[in-house]
């Protein structure tokens, strides 16, 4: 877990209840200087970028840095950042993605991610983070793996769980950060 609170990871997310044995569950979260709708706008971006490191994960393309219009129409199926398909959102909500059949479910066996949006609750006074208030947002990602995989996929979860955590940090701030940029549609 990373970034998220002990209430945040006991709110259910649409990721939830698709598989249907045990599951591994990772959690990343950020604050985000931005309305809901704006998260979301750029969630909608992951369809043709992954914003996390582009010459690792974008063979050295760079994430468009402005919102491309038409990509807030998602369809179900389509996909996402390559390796994904969406598999359900809500607007102003959450986007939730599933590894699509091809080398990362090989590599790595079936997973999901929802990126939940929640408008952000007021600090605690004692807290020494950013006061929340309108205009602010949490974007948390829930990630969900079954644990009755095989071998392979139970011996590259260790180095998916550390990769992960490194690529989504980044792929988080970078959308947190062009969600809180005003004016930036091309």
């Known amino acids: 877990m990373w ?3 002990d209430d945040e990871v006991a709110r259910p997310y ?5 598989f249907t044995g045990p599951t591994v569950e990772w959690f990343r979260g950020v604050d985000v200087d931005a309305e809901p709708a704006a998260v979301f706008r750029w969630l909608c971006q992951l369809s043709v970028a992954p ?9 050295g ?15 179900v ?16 909500e959450h986007l939730t993605v599933r590894m699509r059949p091809g080398p990362g479910r090989r ?8 990126y939940a949006i929640h408008p952000a609750e007021p600090a605690e006074p004692a807290e ?3 006061p929340a208030g309108p ?39 970078n959308l947190a950060r062009l969600a809180a940029q005003r004016g930036n549609v091309s």
């Not at 914003?51 to 063979?59: E, G, H, I, K």
């Not at 219009?69 to 998602?74: F, H, K, N, T, V």
């Open 135 to 173: 205009g602010r947002s949490r974007l948390v990602a829930k990630l969900v793996l079954p644990t009755d995989q095989d071998l392979r996929h139970r011996i590259a979860r260790p180095l998916l769980a550390w990769g992960d955590l490194i690529m989504m940090r980044r792929q988080l701030h």
């Open 14 to 18: 649409p990721c939830d209840g698709v």
């Open 107 to 114: 590599a790595f066996g079936d997973l999901l991610v929802s």
């Open 61 to 75: 393309r760079r994430s468009p840095q402005r919102l491309t219009p038409g990509l807030e129409r998602l369809t």
């Open 51 to 59: 914003y996390s490191y582009d010459l690792v994960d974008n063979l």
């Open 77 to 92: 199926g389509q996909t996402m950042m390559t390796i994904f398909e969406l598999a359900s959102f809500a607007e102003g």
């Open 3 to 5: 970034g998220v609170t």
């Open 128 to 130: 020494p983070a950013e």
